[in-house]
């Protein structure tokens, strides 16, 4: 499964970047808008100088000639910037006539699996299922995953599954199980993911007892 981080921060593009395991970014408008001083384009440039692999960039329009300008626009910022279009019926158009000039589209959004269906009809590269804003409603996010997962396996789509608005360590078990082809995974969740008191207690007592056996 790969490994996408979800943030616009660059320290925490950077820490994730440093683990090695970092595939890709998602940015959205309202992780931007948490970052000070600086514009989305400025940013999407700083973000795509340190990672390489896919770097997806979200539009503000919602009509399709707009969203065609603005993919026009961030596609000028890098080569691994991948459009994310809201999975509505001008994102449909948007991701159609962008995928059909080779355009890499993230289609964000998604909350059923008809919408999954139709972008990857529409060629998109990504859809993006929430699974946390669906557990949030008291549906099931990982459901989702599943059908979806399914429905591309019977007619071999080769949208990619970006599991998205992960927000604990089960998510990202479950998604890997199954079979999300990315989770874009917040830093925190991405630290917890190396984390176990058993590890720590583990290392803890090797170094007691080496330390006991050759004192320095
Ligand atoms: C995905 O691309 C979105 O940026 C993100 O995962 C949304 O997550 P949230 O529901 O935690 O805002």
Redesign the pocket.
């Known amino acids: 499964m790969d490994l996408y981080i979800?943030t616009a921060s660059l320290n925490e593009i950077k820490e994730a970047a440093a683990l090695g395991v970092l595939d890709g970014v998602?940015t959205?408008p309202?992780?931007i808008a948490k970052e000070q001083g600086t514009t989305y384009a400025k940013r999407l440039a700083e973000i795509c100088e340190i990672v390489k692999g896919p770097v997806?960039a979200e539009v503000i329009s919602t009509d399709f000639a707009g969203m065609m300008k603005e993919a026009e626009q961030h596609l000028k910022i890098a080569s691994n910037i991948v459009i994310k279009l809201p999975t509505t019926i001008d994102g449909l158009k948007g991701c159609k006539a962008l995928s059909d000039k080779g355009v890499k589209v993230n289609m964000?959004l998604c909350f059923q699996p008809l919408q999954a269906l139709m972008v990857a009809k529409a060629g998109a590269f990504l859809v993006?299922p929430?699974i946390?804003?669906l557990d949030d409603i008291a549906e099931d996010g990982m459901e989702l995953i599943q059908k979806i997962r399914q429905i591309y396996d019977n007619y071999g789509y080769q949208t990619k599954v970006l599991a998205?608005?992960?927000?604990h360590p089960m998510h990202m078990v479950n998604c890997a199980l199954a079979g999300a082809d990315v989770a874009?995974v917040p830093m925190s969740v991405i630290k917890q993911t190396l984390s176990h008191p058993l590890t720590d207690n583990g290392l803890k007592k090797f170094l007691e007892d080496y330390k006991k056996a050759f004192p320095s």
């Open positions: 979800d998602t959205n309202s992780l997806s964000t993006s929430f946390g804003r998205a608005s992960i927000r874009t």
